[in-house]
């Protein structure tokens, strides 16, 4: 009976292993087969990592030999998991722009294949095939930083500028038109509405280092904000407004979620979706749905370009029609801060945002509507 027992025991035993294994096996391919975005650092010094999002309790290095796999992006921080001695890896917060020059860019489809490189500069690391949507994110020395598809996921990488060039800019131009047909406002405000209509028009193919000039800001600021704000500014002077009354409608910003929150707290921020900002720290609750709110020219759109829930980019409402609104953005396409140029969007209304048909990851989070 013991015998019998004990023979009972080891094959419940052995039936527990296999079917351990084969539950963890199962959890492993589902892992595998999900996106991963993988990369190396940009630089080629050792990068900091931290265990908590404010990055200040430091507890490991990520080498420049290291591939990372990135799990989340926001402005400030990156959530990534890196290698450690004997095969293990580890998880941790870094700095974001030790990784990535923007977090979010323009999408356009390859005609035709080219190499890759770890960063500028450096190894080899793959290449972009015909036909790939590669998102540019921004320039380095003679090189651009892309995200491009491969089997499982996507890499950050750098390319050649003038292979981004040849390979992505004729497509850039089928799908971004400089200058689409656009209704001019209907019943504007005074002159306001009409001189933003006219000013963001003229403005297209404009370089960021004037925007940045006129508010101050080095070349290295982001003018997608400084845009919207000059263009308005400049829209009411033309008008005759004083400049007590600009600064009261229009303030100088150069953070989208800071002129969302302020708007906000005036009651003239419609927000489509709720979200937090780490870098500034402003949160903003959902108040309102796209069937509430109906745009307006000169309203600042509040756009998310990397699909996180948070706005990371502002553009200037010119013209509405319909279901369907266009839009003046300041700092997009390939370059830097101070070398991308003005461009202009048409958005298409769905159930539950704004979104570009071109590149349908942007999408407007609410919209400020200034008192013109």
């Not at 013991?2 to 052995?14: A, D, G, H, V, Y």
């Not at 892309?146 to 089997?151: A, E, L, T």
């Not at 929150?261 to 709720?274: C, E, P, T, V």
Request: glycine share 8%; aromatic share 14%.
């Amino acid at each position: 009976m013991k015998k019998f027992m004990r023979e009972n025991l080891k094959f419940i035993c052995f039936a527990l292993i296999i079917f351990a294994g084969s539950f963890i096996a199962g959890t492993n391919t589902k892992k595998a087969g999900a996106a991963t975005r993988k990369c190396y650092t940009i630089n080629t010094s050792n990068t900091r990592v931290y265990s908590n999002t404010a990055l200040t309790r430091g507890y490991g290095w990520i080498y420049a030999t290291d591939e990372i796999k990135v799990i989340t992006v926001t402005g400030k921080y990156s959530k990534v998991t890196y290698p450690i001695a004997k095969n293990r890896t580890k998880t941790g917060y870094i700095v974001t722009n030790r990784i990535l020059t923007a977090t979010g860019g323009s999408t356009y489809k390859s005609n035709g294949r080219f190499n890759t490189y770890r960063r500028n500069g450096g190894k080899y690391y793959g290449y972009v095939a015909k036909n790939d949507n590669v998102m540019i994110l921004g320039t380095k020395g003679n090189y651009t930083q892309i995200k491009y598809p491969v089997s499982g996921g996507y890499k950050y990488a750098f390319a050649l500028s003038s292979d981004v060039e040849n390979n992505l800019k004729s497509k850039q131009q089928s799908t971004v038109s400089q200058n689409p047909q656009i209704q001019q406002p209907s019943a504007p405000n005074g002159n306001v509405q009409q001189n933003i209509y006219n000013l963001a028009v003229t403005s297209v193919g404009t370089a960021g280092r004037f925007y940045q000039k006129w508010y101050g800001a080095s070349y290295l600021t982001p003018y997608c904000v400084i845009y919207a704000d000059y263009i308005a500014r400049t829209a009411m002077a033309n008008a005759g407004y004083s400049n007590s009354k600009i600064n009261s409608i229009v303030p100088k910003y150069a953070s989208t979620s800071l002129w969302a929150k302020d708007y906000n707290a005036l009651g003239r921020y419609h927000s489509f979706a709720s979200w937090y900002n780490s870098g500034t720290g402003v949160s903003m609750n959902k108040n309102s749905t796209v069937n509430d709110y109906t745009p307006n020219v000169g309203d600042f759109a509040a756009i998310d370009n990397d699909e996180d829930i948070t706005p990371d980019h502002t553009g200037i409402v010119i013209a509405v029609n319909g279901n369907s609104l266009t839009m003046a953005e300041g700092n997009t396409g390939i370059g830097t801060n101070a070398t991308r140029k003005v461009k202009i969007y048409t958005y298409y209304k769905s159930s539950s945002y704004w979104y570009r048909s071109d590149f349908k990851r942007a999408h407007i989070m609410g919209f400020a509507n200034p008192a013109y």
